[in-house]
């Protein structure tokens, strides 16, 4: 198989494909601290994420959680103690072995050869064309991910926004004394989705009539509300709730607010793309919150 990837160096086409190892701290991408992807240097696919890497201290590359899917284990008794070696899944090149001293909640350390792997940095979004948006509805790994999905988004980028302080931390705001609420800011295209059409898929994608929070997340700081830079986008956010609560037969009151915009804080690199960059653990969030159940429920979709 090797002879397929005459693009790798020698010494990746033997770790790849002869298990073989590298020598510890010779690999460059130990010093890379760039937001990227780590890919498999024989195929291209996707194994971990920069927000997935720490350092072990051991030499090699090393990663706390693969993205879904990506590799396979087997067992592996060549030094004579059973070990867990891992692979591509694309393509059966070897990676390394995973060993259970990981410093973070996975309590894995994913041991990876950097021959083996291929970095990609992320790209900054093209945003000519677009204009933003606010919003907050509660989690914002969950709201990012949701908007993001929809024709005509561009880019999400979570933070937080509201409160009069003149910056923001998870830290700070998960108090809720600071009044920031955990945002979303939306860039779109508004040939491609209205305003109008935002602020409706937004209240179908929150529970709009919880004044406490969202599900299980509980607190000011993950009430939802409606930022609004201008009487325009005011009055079409506040028509699209009266739409939304007329056509839905709602006889509760709405508790999602409408405010005027006031800031908004980026919030800490890895709750950006949470959903992308630790995919495990996302999904046992938002199944464990309710937050889907929930919503079928109230929108019936």
């Known amino acids: 198989m090797a002879d397929d990837f005459d693009h790798l160096s020698p010494l990746a086409k033997n770790v790849l494909f002869n298990e073989g190892t590298e020598r510890p701290f010779t690999s460059e991408l130990l010093d890379e601290k760039r937001a990227g992807t ?12 920069s927000s997935q890497k720490f350092d072990s201290g051991t030499g090699w590359p090393s990663f706390d959680d693969p993205i879904d899917g990506t590799i396979e284990t087997k067992g592996d008794y060549k030094l004579g103690v059973p070990r867990t070696e891992y692979h591509c899944a694309d393509c059966g090149g070897h990676l390394g072995h995973i060993f259970e001293d990981g410093p973070t ?30 919003f907050a509805g509660g989690c914002f790994w969950c709201i990012e991910t949701d908007i993001e999905l929809l024709d005509g988004v561009r880019d999400v980028t979570s933070g937080y926004s509201g409160g009069s302080a003149e910056s923001a931390n998870y830290d700070a705001i998960t108090t809720g004394k600071t009044k920031h609420r955990e945002a979303i800011k939306v860039a779109y295209n508004p040939n491609l989705i209205s305003y109008q059409e935002l602020v409706t898929q937004f209240m179908k994608h929150i529970d709009p009539f919880d004044a406490g929070g969202q599900q299980y997340d509980r607190g000011y700081q993950y009430t939802t509300a409606i930022y609004t830079q201008n009487e325009e986008e005011a009055k079409i956010a506040q028509d699209t709730l009266d739409v939304i609560a007329k056509t839905h ?53």
Do not use: M
Request: proline share 5%.
């Open 38 to 49: 780590y890919a498999c240097a024989a195929c291209g696919n996707p194994l971990f994420h």
């Open 105 to 134: 909640d996975t309590g894995q350390r994913y041991c990876n050869n950097g021959a083996a792997l291929k970095f990609i940095p992320d790209k900054e979004p093209n945003l000519k064309g677009t204009v933003t948006a606010y």
């Open 249 to 301: 037969n709602l006889k509760r009151e709405i508790a999602t607010v409408i405010e005027p915009y006031k800031n908004f804080y980026k919030a800490e690199e890895h709750h950006q793309d949470y959903s992308t960059k630790s995919p495990t653990n996302y999904k046992r969030y938002r199944k464990g919150s309710g937050r889907d159940a929930a919503l079928k429920k109230i929108w019936g979709e």
